[in-house]
């Protein structure tokens, strides 16, 4: 059957608002191999006859890759929805086509009419016209031709009263058939929408960061004096790493630290003699983005590090910090990549109330294709030397136009490399970045700590921006400690690393979190005695020795990642009702994997209620009553729509539940 196209604006099959689309289609949607792709469009039609909707997924070169057929999410709202499952990297598209559905039509007219002894000759007689037609259809397998053919037979037999004769083409047996090969009449496509699709680290990931430097550390006690760690040393801690399920280790800057305007411990202005400084406060005479730090060691330390970590099954990712300390060689070389005041000063690096006196901005208004060539050939560098993650540091005082041609340009060239925004700013400007390229981006999961605005965050990143935007999960960064975190002791730990690793498929973890390191400069949400000025080496083996380590729980967490594809999804959630307004529940459901969460947000109060649980949305029939076995607790219950919840956050704050098969078993 031709697809209809539209002279104007609508096809003879009105399909409008199409989903996933961007910005009209100038940019992609963003799809991972392998997961489920939301799509659906609102189809209608003149008059009162019944339409029918599919999306077909198309590969780069035009080819049909799957053709689902859609559902009308709630009858009579015209808007048809499903999933499609792209398998392969790569550019892609997503079709809708709406259809007049011929047999759908005749089989409503004919269950009204014929009972109530309307048109009944002409009801009959349609009804083998329209088995007719589904029987032409190309396709149909012989035993599904058999099926038609004997409800038509039966349509015919004058010898038979009228309900016994429209009873087998009214029939599950002879709808199901149909469904599947449907009667389509006047196709009308909408417009191709592009998604890109790419690898699974893209969208789905555990993250660790440390600082390399404070990795086998030392003090000298008798000189006072630090001995900085090297690439060599934190190599040793990457198998801890891996260990607790990790996918990726992700490094500050590694590059030489500026000397003039030096940070001292806890940000202060007067550094000592020996005090590192800020990694992100890059360059100095030992060289900028393309150098090494000495005190960490050389390219042949950086290539072991890297290698040892894909030993381990870790992927690298590396600190792109575009800034540059007053000493960094650009300073110099370049001062035009620089802003100069009225005073004849470069200006400093601020976010007000705080200020970065270590840090030029770089301004890309003077010399941007001088900018741009030189950003591009350092991240080719650390291409070369096995980077295949950059996370970006502040890419919103960036203009966006830049990152578009730059992350294009990587994509074009090195399309398994992956960026990650670290922009906590304006949604506009997060929603810019993340449409110009950036496979991940920073979120406000960081500061989203009550049920109402946890609901509110994830019912907006799955609807409002789940087509393009990937948020990482961070639970805490060498810059955020947050007051819940603060004051709410490991049950708050706890917490917020089961809502970072269930509620998105990306989430990461900065070095001591498992230690439940809690204490914050006064008044601030930083960390006392930040990482980010100073040496910072932990004892972790002892941590766990003395059960002060959540290792083991991350560890618990990220396995329960590795099994159940379901959590690693952003666009399946839906959420549940709970009595109390601590308790926060959700599940995420893809094919039979299904997994329930429920989690005690009071980190010091134990809370009992009720969770309701939309069964319908765990794809399992109204009323029924399954199975359900925590993945933390090894604990199996029987669950149906109302159920009793106990959660004590000083033993287990959350329930991880799998649903369970017919036959019981829950992992």
Not at 165 to 175: C, D, I, Q
Not at 209 to 237: H, M, V, Y
Not at 283 to 309: E, K, Y
Not at 383 to 402: C, L, S
């Amino acid at each position: 059957m031709p697809r209809h196209a539209a002279p104007g604006h609508y096809g003879r099959i009105v399909v409008t608002d199409p989903r996933p689309l961007v910005e009209a289609g100038a940019f992609p949607a963003k799809a991972i191999a392998g997961e489920s792709v939301p799509v659906g469009a609102t189809v209608f039609r003149e008059g009162h006859d019944l339409v029918g909707a599919h999306a077909v997924l198309l590969g780069a070169t035009g080819e049909e890759i799957e053709r689902v057929r859609l559902v009308e999410e709630v009858p009579g709202t015209d808007r048809f929805t499903g999933t499609v499952h792209p398998a392969r990297v790569g550019p892609a598209k997503i079709v809708i086509e709406g259809w007049a559905d011929a047999y759908a039509t005749w089989a409503r007219d004919a269950t009204s009419k014929v009972p109530a002894g309307v048109d009944v000759d002409l009801m009959l007689a349609e009804g083998v016209v329209a088995l007719d037609r589904a029987l032409a259809v190309a396709g149909r397998s012989d035993a599904d031709q058999a099926v038609l053919r004997r409800a038509k037979d039966q349509l015919n037999r004058t010898d038979l009263g009228a309900a016994e004769r429209l009873g087998p083409a009214l029939g599950a047996e002879v709808r199901a058939v149909v469904a599947a090969l449907p009667v389509r009449d006047f196709v009308t496509a909408s417009e191709a929408l592009p998604v890109k699709v790419e690898r699974r680290m893209a969208g789905n990931a555990a993250w660790y960061e440390f600082f390399p430097r404070s990795e086998g550390a030392r003090f000298d006690r008798i000189a006072k004096t630090w001995t900085s760690g090297t690439l060599r040393t934190a190599a040793e801690r990457l198998d801890d790493v891996a260990a607790m399920g990790f996918d990726v280790i992700y490094l500050p800057p590694v590059h030489p630290i500026g000397t003039v305007n030096r940070k001292g411990p806890n940000n202060t202005l007067d550094p000592a003699p020996g005090d590192p400084g800020s990694p992100w406060a890059v360059g100095s005479a030992q060289g900028g983005h393309d150098a090494i730090h000495p005190d960490l060691g050389d390219f042949d330390d950086f290539d072991a590090f890297v290698a040892r970590a894909r030993d381990l099954g870790l992927e690298v990712a590396l600190d792109l910090a575009l800034q540059a300390a007053p000493d960094h060689p650009w300073v110099t070389e370049h001062p035009e990549w620089f802003t100069t005041q009225l005073d004849g000063t470069i200006r400093y690096a601020e976010n007000p109330p705080k200020k970065y006196q270590d840090i030029y901005p770089l301004n890309f208004d003077n010399d941007y294709d001088g900018l741009r060539r030189e950003v591009l050939r350092i991240v080719e560098l650390w291409i070369a030397h096995g980077v295949t993650i950059f996370r970006v540091d502040n890419p919103h005082t960036k203009p966006v136009k830049f990152w578009e041609w730059l992350l294009g340009e990587v994509a074009r060239r090195h399309p398994d490399v992956v960026f990650l925004a670290e922009a906590f700013t304006r949604p506009p400007m997060m929603h810019a970045l993340a449409k110009a390229g950036f496979q991940q981006s920073y979120s406000y999961f960081t500061w989203r700590n009550t049920r109402e605005e946890l609901e509110e965050y994830l019912i907006e990143l799955r609807d409002d921006s789940g087509d393009f935007l990937r948020p990482n999960f961070f639970v805490n960064t060498p810059d955020i400690l947050t007051e819940y975190l603060q004051f709410g002791g490991p049950p708050a730990f706890k917490i917020r690393a089961v809502l970072a690793s269930m509620g998105s498929p990306l989430w990461g973890v900065y070095a001591g979190y498992e230690l439940c390191e809690h204490v914050a400069r006064p008044g601030s949400e930083e960390y006392m005695d930040n990482e980010k000025y100073e040496y910072r080496p932990r004892d972790f083996a002892a941590a766990e020795a003395d059960g002060r380590s959540l290792a083991g729980y991350l560890t618990r967490l990220n396995e329960i990642r590795h099994a159940h594809p379901a959590t690693g999804e952003l666009r399946n959630i839906r959420l549940h009702r709970a009595d109390d307004d601590s308790i926060l529940a959700f599940s995420k459901r893809t094919g039979d994997d299904r997994v329930i969460v429920v989690v005690n947000l009071d980190p010091h109060a134990v809370r009992e209620t009720t969770v309701d649980i939309d069964v319908e949305a765990l794809g399992l029939p109204t009323g029924s009553t399954y199975r359900v076995r925590d993945q933390l607790s090894d604990g199996e219950w029987e669950w149906g729509a109302h159920n009793y919840v106990r959660l004590d956050p000083y033993i287990e704050p959350a329930h991880i539940l799998v649903v369970s098969a017919a036959d019981g078993s829950g992992r």
